[in-house]
């Protein structure tokens, strides 16, 4: 049975780092997968300005979208570290959710260092709980059956895994080929070693739950399970 997962971030290549391995493995096995950037992330780069950066992550964004075989949402018009959880952004969220139909999504744990990722956890939230409103739209309400966070190293405060999804060896290829291609993952941006984090952090997962690798993310109920794709 096909199935559709959307991952809301709070910039360009949030989702990507996090979500991106999962995502790439669903895309493998058949499934729809979608990323949304609800900003471009244009203020990250210490040595070039916000207008030509937003160009540079949009372009990077698209691309590690297309490696993966997921669909490519930024809401262009919304400015990195001014996100803010107004009605109007969670209504938009909303519209994408009916559009893209989501089985699952994922978004940013709620606790972090990074307001605009506090900010994106709380329209992913209100979004769905929009999405599933029986309302004058046109188009039908969705409900979504799963939602859950992804593990993000600015997010860490009260974040505790409780699901688990293995990574193949094809998906974590698709993903750490795709990922090279964003300045700020390959570390050129403040420094932060992105891809050997996250590769880490896959193979640690892992061997928590018996694979080579795994993504980890929580439900905010807790519990331990393990999610292998057929």
Not at 61 to 85: K, N, R, T, W, Y
Request: with cysteine; net charge negative; proline share 6%.
């Amino acid at each position: 049975m096909s199935r559709t997962v959307l991952a809301i971030g709070g910039h360009i290549g949030d989702m990507d780092l996090t979500a991106g391995p999962l995502l790439a493995t669903y895309a493998l096995n058949g499934d729809s997968t979608a990323i949304v950037a609800l900003t471009p992330g244009e203020r990250g780069h210490p040595r070039i300005g916000p207008d030509e950066y937003k160009k540079q992550k949009i372009a990077e964004g698209s691309a590690f979208a297309q490696h993966i075989g997921a669909e490519f949402h930024v809401f262009d018009d919304q400015s990195d570290g001014f996100l803010a959880p107004t009605e109007e952004l969670a209504g938009r969220v909303a519209d994408l959710i009916r559009q893209i139909k989501p089985d699952v999504l994922i978004a940013h744990w709620p606790k972090s260092i990074h307001t605009d990722h506090t900010h994106a956890s709380t329209l992913a939230e209100r979004g769905r709980f929009l999405a599933g409103l029986p309302m004058e739209h046109p188009l039908p309400r969705h409900g979504v059956s799963r939602f859950l966070y992804a593990e993000n190293w600015e997010d860490a405060e009260g974040f505790t895994p409780s699901v688990y999804v293995p990574i193949p060896e094809e998906a974590f290829t698709r993903w750490r080929e795709a990922i090279g291609g964003q300045a700020f993952a390959r570390g050129e941006t403040y420094g932060f070693r992105y891809i050997d984090y996250y590769t880490a952090m896959m193979t640690a997962r892992g061997c928590l739950c018996g694979h080579q690798r795994a993504v980890a993310l929580a439900t905010g109920s807790g519990g331990h399970q393990v999610l292998d794709l057929p």
